[in-house]
């Protein structure tokens, strides 16, 4: 991991159970929306990196 990067995390709630956890993605934090939230268009695995997201919140 490049000293510019930062890791992704999550969080999990189960019952009133709070647990954070990295998933293994490392960004730089310009590549991050905070208005959508989301990883920005101009990082090379936006896609991924979202479609990821997208998989871990429809999780339930």
Do not use: H
Not at 10 to 23: E, V
């Amino acid at each position: 991991m490049s000293k510019d990067n930062v890791q992704f995390m999550a969080d999990l709630t189960y019952g009133k159970a709070r647990k954070q956890f990295s998933i293994g993605v490392n960004l730089k934090p310009v590549d991050w929306d905070q208005k959508k939230p989301g990883v920005k268009s101009s990082c090379k695995q936006e896609s991924a990196y979202n479609g990821q997201m997208t998989l871990m919140k429809g999780k339930r």
